[in-house]
């Protein structure tokens, strides 16, 4: 990966671009595309619309000629709630967008779900379906796993910077402590930074139903807000406040912060001992889609745990597929040490400490977004 | 012409759907219709007397389209309810709420945009009346070289540029390390404009970033309306033993208020509703009105709320505008 631009540099740059007034035309360029279709027709073709270097450059060349079917794989998702709105429009008249797979973060793959805007996966046609890690399988918002294929799983937790802070941190506590006054970041993502919080307080997330049961962490990031602790609420772009030493210590994606150690070994991650936040990132058929063979194929080739720890050497998060470690030490070279990266395969004792979001009701999701927009001062 | 209009409004008429369309339609039709008639029709007098608004018909097809047509999806946005947080097509109910939650849950981003405004606007008059006045009296024929150099920057990408001086203001970064190596920081702590050891993510850089976005708007109509100024006014002035400060009191100055109003438009109206600084440069206790609609709009989809917003945003800038154009004066604009 040397010398490439990699995941995290990609999604600084276009987070800056996102975060821009360049985010409308991209919003109303989305107004006008709901004829097209997927190109080419028929059965045997797929257009998989998935976040920005999410996967290596060889997959869908080698997918396309085993399989025959014409892939279009794009990076133009970029953010949950930014795709959301771009289509929305159509989706909500009930007509067809342009790509038939998409990867939305669980939460908003349940929202596509509860909205009746996924369909049902050919599962009976995805034999690999099978190796799908069993602690990701039966969400309580697809309980038969019939809609949804997780296309990469990570952790939320702590990373700091360790000519910052001058110790080694360890507790959610940590990030409210007055030495680091003015130094914390926290993402503008609500699920990571209220889950850690929540989890600090002792709170159990996949659990929790009602915002009544989360307000008091709300309070507690309110607090912090309005003392000055808080220096930032950011997006993918913290891992340059976090290497520049403007945070102290901030929430973090362990994938991003596996990249930043290598170049500057004093940044480093946590999960604190109270736990951390697990996501995972999650293939959905989109409603009108009518490419059920290729999507079959498709989502049967990466759960080859083969093929799927092609992927893992590259983008260097947590497979959702079994036997992808095995496969890494077969594949030697570059790829072995990645076997025994315990953010990439964590131990058992680190796994119980995970802790993933239940699905919120639609009003209940509203009363989280509203309370956390109303922190975040935006 | 006529078809050419006409194929406007179809086009036109397509793009915007609903009540908007109509509207659109309505005042493109009017004119059009008008202006047919009266050409047909009318006598030689009347005809000549129409000819000018004529001219107006691609500016008024442009802003009906354009303008008009946005402006008024927008109040109707904003005036709608929304059934469920998904529901992308808000119905009409006078929801006069949304305005309500506009002007008290924002209340404190607003005032904060139209005070960051504010006192960017004033800095880059302090800034740029100076700037502008050396170039124009005594850059002689680096005049040009000098006005190009206030632009250059402006050729790069507004945010890159806001980008960079978070990372020239970072805790890290060269302007801190200078600040502490003088021992200024108390000095500037003092002033309000470091905060705990830092200077990015404070107002100061918010203000700083605004006051530098916008300073050539500044600069670049005073300069017009300096330069205009026939130094032989000033010269006039001296031969009746005026001193040089009332030289400059009473001539320079009333002669270069217009760039400076039109200067002040340019900066504040902008400055008012951004988003960047306040993002890039900013804390969550700086966030200006401009994040808070985008973030409606954007994340919680909120659409009603969002345009309640923007309408509001925009009115307060026009009555400033007006009460401002009405002390200041606009007959003679550079």
Redesign the interface.
């Known amino acids: 990966m040397a010398g490439k631009l990699n995941r995290r540099q990609f999604l600084i740059r276009s987070g800056m671009a996102g975060a821009g007034a360049l985010s409308l035309p991209a919003l109303l360029a989305a107004c006008g595309g709901d004829e097209g279709g997927s190109g080419g027709g028929g059965g045997n073709s797929l257009f998989f619309e998935n976040w920005p270097l999410y996967i290596d450059e060889e997959t869908v060349k080698v997918f396309q000629e085993a399989s025959g079917v014409s892939l279009k794989y794009t990076e133009a998702y970029n953010d949950n709630n930014e795709y959301f709105a771009k289509v929305q429009p159509s989706l909500s008249k009930g007509d067809k967008i342009d790509p038939d797979v998409i990867a939305p973060t669980f939460w908003m793959a349940a929202r596509y779900v509860q909205l009746g805007w996924a369909q049902k996966l050919p599962v009976d046609k995805i034999p690999n379906i099978a190796n799908l890690r069993d602690d990701l399988k039966g969400q309580p918002w697809d309980k038969d796993q019939e809609y949804n294929l997780p296309w990469q799983t990570g952790v939320a937790g702590i990373a700091y910077n360790m000519k910052t802070t001058g110790r080694e941190l360890k507790s959610v506590e940590d990030l409210f402590a007055p030495e680091f006054k003015g130094k914390i970041g926290l993402l503008t993502e609500m699920r990571d930074t209220m889950g850690l919080v929540l989890m600090g307080l002792g709170k159990n997330i996949s659990k929790l139903s009602t915002f009544d049961e989360a307000a008091e962490a709300f309070d507690k990031v309110e607090k912090a807000k309005n003392d000055g602790q808080i220096r930032a609420f950011t997006g993918n772009d913290y891992v340059d406040d976090l290497s520049a030493g403007n945070f102290a210590a901030c929430v973090a994606w362990s994938g991003d912060v596996l990249q930043l150690t290598k170049d500057n070994p004093d940044v480093r991650f946590v999960i604190p001992e109270e736990g951390g936040t697990n996501w995972f990132d999650t293939m959905i058929w989109v409603k009108g889609s009518e490419n059920s063979d290729a999507v079959a194929k498709w989502m049967d080739y990466v759960y080859d745990p083969v093929n799927a720890a092609k992927i893992t050497a590259y983008v260097q998060y947590m497979s959702p597929v079994k036997g992808v470690q095995d496969e890494l030490v077969k594949m030697g070279g570059e790829a072995a040490p990645l076997a025994e990266d315990p953010l990439l395969f964590p131990d058992e004792a680190t796994v119980a400490r995970l802790q993933s979001w239940g699905a919120l009701s639609e009003e209940e999701e509203a009363k989280f977004d509203e309370a956390f927009a109303a922190i975040t001062g935006a | 012409m006529v078809t050419l209009s006409l194929g406007v409004i179809a086009l036109g008429a397509g793009w915007v759907a609903g009540p908007s369309a109509a509207v659109v339609a309505a005042a493109m039709l009017a004119t059009v219709v008008g202006l047919v008639s009266v050409a047909f029709v009318g006598g030689l007098e009347t005809r000549r007397a129409l000819a000018p608004y004529g001219l107006l018909k691609p500016g008024i097809l442009w802003l009906s389209l354009f303008f008009l047509a946005p402006l008024w999806s927008m109040v109707v946005m904003s005036l709608s309810s929304k059934e ?6 808000p119905s009409f109910t006078w929801e006069w709420d949304n305005y309500r939650i506009a002007l008290t ?1 924002f209340r404190p ?1 607003f005032l904060r945009s139209f005070g960051y405004a504010a006192v960017a606007t004033l800095l880059t008059i302090l800034i740029g009346f100076p700037l502008a006045y050396v170039i124009a009296f005594r850059g002689g024929r680096y005049r040009n070289i000098l006005l190009g150099l206030v632009v250059v920057p402006f050729f790069t990408s ?3 540029r806001t ?1 960079a001086w ?2 020239i203001l ?4 060269p302007v801190v390390s200078i600040i502490d190596g003088l021992g200024l920081q108390g000095a500037f702590e003092s002033l309000n404009i470091m ?4 200077l ?2 404070t107002p100061a850089a918010v203000i700083g970033g605004l006051t530098y976005n916008f300073l050539p708007f500044m600069v670049l109509p005073i300069y017009v309306s300096l330069e205009k100024i026939d130094p032989h006014l000033i010269d006039a002035a001296m031969d009746l033993y005026s001193s040089a400060s009332a030289a400059f009191r009473r001539i320079v100055v009333p002669l270069a208020l217009p760039g400076i109003f039109a200067g002040s438009l340019l900066v504040f109206i902008p400055a008012a509703g951004d988003f ?1 600084n306040a ?2 440069l ?6 200006m009105v401009g ?2 609609i ?8 909120n659409y009603p709320v969002a345009s309640a917003m923007s309408f509001v945003l925009m009115f307060i800038i026009t009555i400033a505008v007006l009460v401002y154009t009405k002390f200041m004066g606009t007959e003679d604009l550079a």
């Open positions: 469920s947080r998904f529901d992308f097509f849950d981003q507004y945010l890159i980008l978070g990372n970072a805790d890290e970064g905060d705990n050891g830092k990015l993510n960047v993002q890039f900013g804390n969550p206790q700086t966030t994040n808070s985008q973030d409606q709009f954007l994340r919680q989809l």
